[in-house]
């Protein structure tokens, strides 16, 4: 059974910084593309970066600059550097993993969620 687990949200003044990371555990052939989505209070749920196997990255124009999203293939990680938080960067933070548990077959597995929250 495959388990994607976040950790790392919190409080942080506006200005601040915070780090989160995402592990996938189970049993598995390939991790393909791993990703950061975010749900504020009456938003629908967006994409804020992802990264594929090969580490090429995107990122959603409002953290652009600010945040980073890299990745550990040997520790099967993610992780969303957050600098220059803002108080709109409030959120659940879910990551994302599109896993390949056998060939050729491919689910997306979702984290339960972490809360970040920015103070003015």
């Known amino acids: 059974q495959v388990q994607v687990v976040e950790s790392g949200g919190g409080l942080v003044q506006a200005g601040g910084s915070l780090r989160l990371s995402c592990v996938a555990s189970g049993r598995f052939f390939k991790i393909n593309a791993m990703g950061w989505y975010r749900q504020a209070p009456g938003k629908q749920r967006e994409l804020v970066a992802r990264?594929?196997?090969?580490?090429?990255?995107n990122y959603v124009d409002s953290v652009k600059g600010r945040f980073t999203i890299s990745r550990d293939n040997a520790k099967n990680t993610v992780y969303l550097q957050m600098n220059s938080l803002k108080p709109e960067d409030t959120a659940v933070y879910y990551c994302?993993?599109?896993?390949?548990?056998?060939?050729?077959?491919?689910?997306?597995?979702w984290g339960q969620g972490t809360q970040v929250t920015v103070s003015s």
């Open positions: 990264i594929t196997s090969g580490g090429t990255t």
């Open positions: 994302n993993a599109n896993i390949m548990v056998s060939i050729p077959i491919q689910n997306d597995y």
